[in-house]
C-alpha cells in the first residue's frame, strides 16, 4: 500500500520558518516528480512547488518563490519543503504529491501530474 506521510507542520510566526518532510513508503519515487500543494480555507488547492525525480529542476509558484527551497533525498524516498520568511497568507493545509508514472505532458504545476497525495498537515502563520 502506497502511503505519502506528511510532517513538520504547525504554528510559527509571521518571518519564522518552517520544514515540511513528506516520507513515501509502498514503493519508490525516485524516477517521478514530486510536488507540493495548498489549500487554504476557502480556496481552491494550489501549486507550490516540486521537483523532478533528481532535484535537478525545481519549480516555484511565484508566490513562495525565494522564501521556499524543495528538496529531496530518493536513497529515503522523502521529499522535503523549506519555508522561510513565513506569511499569514501562508496558513493552508500542504500537501505532497508524488507522479506514478511519467506525464512529461502534463504542467508540474497541475494536480492532474500526480497520482498519489497525502492526508496534509497544518501550517499557521500568526501576524
Known amino acids: 500500500q502506497v502511503q505519502l506521510v506528511e510532517s513538520g507542520g504547525g504554528l510559527v510566526q509571521a518571518g519564522g520558518s518552517l520544514r515540511l518532510s513528506c516520507a513515501a513508503s509502498g514503493r519508490t519515487f525516485s524516477n517521478y516528480a514530486m510536488g507540493w500543494f495548498r489549500q487554504a480555507p476557502g480556496k481552491e488547492r494550489e501549486f507550490v512547488s516540486a521537483?523532478?525525480?533528481?532535484?535537478?529542476?525545481?519549480y516555484y509558484a511565484d508566490s513562495v518563490k525565494g522564501r521556499f527551497t524543495i528538496s529531496r533525498d530518493n536513497a529515503k524516498n522523502t521529499v522535503y519543503l523549506q519555508m522561510n520568511s513565513l506569511k499569514p497568507e501562508d496558513t493552508a493545509v500542504y500537501y505532497c504529491a508524488a507522479e506514478s508514472k511519467p506525464k512529461s505532458l502534463i504542467p508540474v504545476a497541475s494536480p492532474r501530474k500526480y497520482d498519489y497525495w497525502g492526508q496534509g498537515t497544518q501550517v499557521t502563520v500568526s501576524s
Open positions: 521537483s523532478s525525480w533528481s532535484g535537478g529542476y525545481t
